[in-house]
C-alpha cells in the first residue's frame, strides 16, 4: 500500500553504490530525497540522474541529502554512471540503491506485491510506476510524494521550490502561495488566530479577505 504524506516512511536496509545502508539511520537529521528509477539505461532517467548531480550542491545548501533508486542491481548503477558522464556532463556523485529483489519498491507501494522478486526479465514497461519522488523530513515523516509517468522528465527545481517551502513552514506558521519563490510573501496559517499574529506581526498585514493574510517572508 502506497503510504501518505504525514506518515513515517517505511525503514529498509539496501545496497548502494557507496555500500550498504539503513534508510532511516543514512538519513539522520537531515532532510532527504528519495527518487526512484524502473531500470538502468533508460533515456529520460539518465537526463534526470545527470541533473540531479549537477544541482546537488543546491541540497547540500538546504540540509537534505538525495539517493536515487533503480530495480536493477549495484554493479549495473555503476556501467550506467560512465553513461550519465559522458552524456549528460555529470555522473551520480550521490548513492544509488540496487533493488534487484524489488523489496523497496514494493514496500512503497511502487509495484505491487504480485511483481515476483526479481528485476530479471522486467522491462522498463513493467516497472513504469517506480518513477516516485520522495521528500522526507528528519522526523523520518513523507513531506512531498510525486508520481511521473516514464515520458515526462522529473523537475527537480521545483523539488528545491518545495523543499524551501516546506523547511520554512516547518519553522514559522506560515503557509506559501501559488508559484511562490523563496523570498516572496506569505500567508499566515489558518490555525493562528488575529491576536496571536498581531504578537508575531505587530506591522500588521495586507487581508484581501479575512482569512487571507499576507506578510513578508520570516527571516
Not at 49 to 60: C, I, N, T, V
Not at 140 to 165: C, H, Q, W
Request: aromatic share 8%.
Amino acid at each position: 500500500m502506497a503510504i501518505q504524506i504525514g506518515e513515517t516512511v517505511p525503514d529498509f536496509e539496501a545496497q548502494t553504490t557507496e555500500g550498504p545502508i539503513r534508510f532511516h539511520d543514512w538519513i539522520g537529521d537531515k532532510w532527504a530525497v528519495l527518487f526512484s528509477h524502473p531500470k538502468d539505461f533508460t533515456p529520460v532517467c539518465t537526463t534526470e540522474l545527470g541533473y540531479m548531480a549537477k544541482l546537488k550542491p543546491e541540497f547540500d545548501k538546504r540540509g537534505t541529502k538525495i539517493i536515487g533508486l533503480s530495480v536493477d542491481p549495484v554493479d549495473r548503477h555503476a556501467s550506467w554512471a560512465k553513461d550519465i558522464e559522458e552524456t549528460q556532463g555529470y555522473a551520480p556523485n550521490f548513492p544509488m540503491i540496487g533493488d534487484p529483489d524489488l523489496k523497496v519498491s514494493k514496500l512503497y507501494g511502487m509495484l505491487p506485491a504480485s511483481a515476483g522478486s526479481t528485476s530479471e526479465g522486467r522491462t522498463p514497461a513493467d516497472n513504469q510506476t517506480v518513477r516516485n519522488v520522495y521528500v522526507v523530513g528528519p522526523d523520518k515523516k513523507l513531506k512531498l510524494m510525486i508520481a511521473y509517468p516514464m515520458t515526462t522528465g522529473r523537475n527537480f527545481d521545483e523539488v528545491l521550490r518545495v523543499i524551501d517551502s516546506l523547511q520554512l513552514t516547518a519553522k514559522h506558521k506560515v503557509s506559501t502561495p501559488v508559484n511562490w519563490q523563496n523570498g516572496e510573501d506569505v500567508i499566515i496559517s489558518g490555525s493562528v488566530s488575529d491576536e496571536e499574529a498581531k504578537r508575531t506581526y505587530p506591522d500588521g498585514w495586507k487581508a484581501p479577505k479575512p482569512y487571507i493574510r499576507i506578510v513578508p517572508q520570516p527571516q
